[in-house]
């Protein structure tokens, strides 16, 4: 809700003195509205737009080079009065009369008409176009009597430019006319807005549903639904507007605005639904704008806006612009599809191994990674309810899907006959970069660690597998800080690493001396656990999560086949 | 509440792939990323920046000319991986070395550290800048040990500036630390965010409540307080982040910042209250920004961002850039305190009469109006009660506004020795303007219509105040589209032009005209109320409000002695 005013009725007028003081680069203050910082070249026609505040940027952003020379701002909802029409139409006369731009309401109507009258006795040529963009407010064959909404951003601008082009006042009053009868709304309304000191909204949209057509300041819609996907928003938004589509046009500027309290993220999941529709209809999408234009204070909810172009709306459309709501050079992008755009990407290569023991001790790898995956996919469930009693539960979900993408990633790696570290360094970074979060990064880190020790050309030696381990379990430690008895996963690995090198060193085989370690490991997970449940240490900003020590014993708890495989690469050779 | 996502899992990676469709102007997609449209010179420093998604535009908004080279996003609050980084660091290297910038998160400085690490190894120059600007989060001698916030935005486009303008890769890291370090930054929380798929939200603020130095991810505040005037969040937030100057320069880059769901135009009623602060302490603004740059999702409330400049780092904070959260030219413009902008305005200017019979009849026009307005007065309350029944109750307000106006307009005209019509038109003027809506506007126009009859050089005749009357009434109709029984004010104006002209016509006298034609005003009034209680229009747009029968009547009935004194104006002469 709308929050920060001190006397309610001065909301505007405060708002409006802040925004001439904050935008001074662009925009000097009149009374009741903004003009220019630097006053358009004498003679040329002057556009002249305003409304009710509560819509910001809609109108007091639209001033500036290559668009509107004034604006007037009205209270809250309300029109500005005649003389404040008057007044400032008067102080931003450039000399070549004056279109005045503003939406299709009673209330401006009547004050801007009044003002416009005034003016043209006074001898200055004054014209007017008003925006009716909004489908829902009036049958098709009614167009010019529906209200404006979102269409004022590109009514306004292509008038602007045209304005600063030279154009006379005849061809900026019928670019306007044109522009606006080539562009249609649809607005959804998820919930209704908040006027300064009102504790109520006022107007509601029912939790769960949604309100077709409802307008900016909560005139009735035309329908109301079961709140839906995004795929169904785009597609009813789609349809209302470019089912109307008003000439065969096929390229458009498109807005997709957010009526305030829809941030700019969810509107960029539905212009993701949004964009293959026009692609699909043949439609080329022209510079288009994806934010919040013309806002209803608080509002939840959004409005697609559709300009269809030809080659002199494009151009304006186009054109540069510097104001507080549109800043941009000349655009000269032509947009590519979406699903046409080159994703930049960096495509994994495996230095392939050219000795058969070192492919075979690379498939090992392979191998044991395997194992790893499918016994944390087994264990997925039950890290997810340790976790659950401290964090977010998700570190099942992590362990599964790091260790799944490490063996998928070392498959790859094998099939394209990469030897043991190769394997290895690849598991870990796609460890990495697929379970997420710190344990995640962890994990990768310490495999990477392992891998180095890893020979590519050769069958890992017991040695080498010691030297692995014991550099993961350093790494890990230096990277996540934590010590034996933090409850993280480094409880299971240091006894791990400290069994596995005291039994190699009693001069017990291999695959005996791993899983010695295995079972220490998971003595000292179960231990941690009668101490307390899930991690040891708070999933939150600023404290990392370390993953939990019955993690570390099932990934460590390879079987004797698998660790047995190692030796048995020997005999392959 | 965050409303728009299909697969909340989805959510940052289809709005990235979306805002790398929409942007494609200035950027370019990446797998995790984006990149600049247009690649940075050859051999300049790269500067790659990212963190978690639902904070945009921080950061994906930041990739630009004279911005960031690149970005990485990760999910939702959280890191971007390990690998990400690495890939798109690699893609991104312009040949200068990488500054990496990201807020002091555990997860960022994980990825991004190893990242570097392993850049390093392969012989890419890397540094790290953090940014640390959140007060809140740590004590002041920890600077460096702080969070991250909004302070982002300006850390983030000096060094991006300074990279493009050729500066070398220990020069931009020692100007990246000198803005964070010089940079700080409180927010105030009104409400939490809402994840998306999440039915609560991730964290509360009691309503009427705000907390100080709540995180954008929900991290604990440092207290909590009654929600306060614009002018006490102001002091509240200046007092924190300009209270700990950690250097004497008087030049400031100030962000103002919206979380989410907190809409521009109440940040404009803060800053009103903000920037006089700034002007009192003796801090120049440079190039301000107010509005939404580090969000949380739908997150309510504020920061206050300050930097202090020095020379190097002011012409890096000028500097012309083009990214989607930022577009400006080179900024020259030196800002203007508030108080000491000249705020451009037309002065009204009265003609002055030179013959004291119109000097005096325009001084009856004034006794009239002053009549006017203190009956509407009186009738406030009555008319605000008529008007409650129908429409929002604000009837009365505007009626007592408007006629108070103009009888203070009239005055000023009268003691400047204006004319009759002079004097009418001043009024008529100054009631459309303050009485506000519709109504305000009729009044206004049906006043001016009716001082066109009169002369400024002589008292008002018979004729004339039947000619006025009458052309009051036409212009009201013209306007407002009433008719008589519509139950606006014109079912009183009508019987009293017309009873005026019939008793005029009978040969009445005008004191005694004036009386009967306000009786028959006033019978009407009484009919309508009789028939609805109310106005006869509904006060939603679309719908003009053309004000109460009553309101109609009492502004007609002007005393005996009123009416009387244009007779006498005769005998003054």
């Not at 890290?383 to 009693?389: E, N, W």
């Not at 550099?471 to 006894?495: C, F, N, S, W």
Request: net charge negative; hydrophobic share 45%; charged share 25%.
């Amino acid at each position: 809700m709308t929050k920060i005013f001190d006397k309610p009725e001065e909301f505007a007028a405060t708002g409006l003195r802040a925004f001439n003081h904050i935008f001074q680069d662009v925009v000097r203050p009149v009374a009741g509205g903004a003009l220019r910082a630097i006053s358009g070249r004498k003679g040329k026609v002057t556009l002249l737009v305003g409304g009710g505040s509560g819509h910001y940027p809609t109108f007091c952003g639209y001033v500036g080079e290559g668009f509107a020379d004034a604006v007037v701002m009205g209270d809250v909802f309300a029109s500005p009065s005649t003389k404040s029409v008057l007044d400032i139409a008067r102080i931003a006369h450039c000399g070549g009369g004056i279109v005045m731009g503003f939406g299709n309401y009673a209330g401006d109507n009547l004050n801007f008409g009044i003002a416009a009258e005034r003016l043209r006795a006074e001898g200055i040529d004054t014209r007017i176009v008003t925006t009716t963009d909004d489908v829902a407010s009036a049958p098709s064959d009614a167009h010019r009597k529906r209200r404006g909404v979102a269409g004022d951003i590109v009514v306004f601008k292509i008038m602007g430019a045209a304005a600063d082009d030279g154009i006379d006042i005849d061809g900026v009053e019928k670019i306007g006319w044109l522009a606006n009868d080539q562009t249609r709304s649809f607005g959804v309304a998820f919930d209704g807005c908040t006027l300064p000191g009102e504790s109520d909204k006022l107007f509601h949209v029912a939790e769960g549903r949604m309100a077709l057509g409802l307008g900016i300041h909560g005139e009735p819609g035309i329908a109301e639904m079961d709140f839906a996907k995004p795929s169904e928003i785009a597609r009813l938004m789609f349809e209302r507007v470019v089912g109307e589509a008003p000439v065969s046009s096929s390229r458009v500027a498109v807005v997709l605005n957010g009526f305030g309290s829809t941030k700019l993220e969810e509107l960029f999941v539905l212009w993701a639904e949004l964009e293959p529709l026009f692609s699909a209809k043949g439609l080329t999408i022209v510079a288009p704008l994806v934010g919040e234009y013309a806002t209803s204070l608080d509002m939840a909810g959004c409005s697609l806006t559709v300009t269809w172009l030809d080659e002199t709306l494009e151009r304006y459309w186009r054109a540069p612009v510097n104001s507080p709501a549109l800043r941009r050079p000349l655009i000269e992008t032509e947009w590519v599809p979406m699903n046409a755009q080159h994703v930049e990407r960096v495509e994994p290569t495996y230095a392939v191994e050219p000795s058969a023991v070192g492919r075979a001790a690379g498939a090992c790898v392979g191998k044991a990674l395997e194992a790893l995956a499918s016994a944390l996919a087994e264990a997925e469930e039950r890290l997810g309810k340790i976790d659950a009693a401290a964090g977010d539960g998700d570190h099942g979900q992590g362990m599964a899907r790091g260790s799944s993408a490490a063996a998928e990633a070392a498959k790859k790696a094998v099939a394209a006959g990469a030897g043991p570290e190769t394997v290895l360094a690849a598991a870990a970074d796609a460890w990495a970069e697929r379970a997420g979060g710190t344990s995640g990064a962890l994990w990768g880190e310490g495999l990477r660690a392992f891998s180095s020790e890893l020979d590519d050309a050769a069958t890992p030696t017991a040695h080498a597998l010691r030297q692995g381990v014991r550099r993961m379990y350093e790494r890990i430690t230096q990277i996540g800080k934590a010590k034996p008895g933090d409850k993280t996963i480094v409880d299971a690995l240091a006894p791990f690493v400290e069994t596995f090198e005291s039994a190699l060193g009693d001069g017990q085989p291999l695959v005996k001396a791993w899983q010695r370690a295995a079972e220490a490991a998971e003595a000292a997970a179960q231990a941690t656990k009668d101490l307390m449940p899930g991690l040891g240490r708070a999933k939150t900003h600023g404290k990392a999560s370390l993953g939990h020590p019955d993690a570390g014993a099932i990934s460590m708890a390879l079987s004797a086949e698998v660790i047995g495989s190692f030796l048995s690469t020997k005999i392959s050779k």
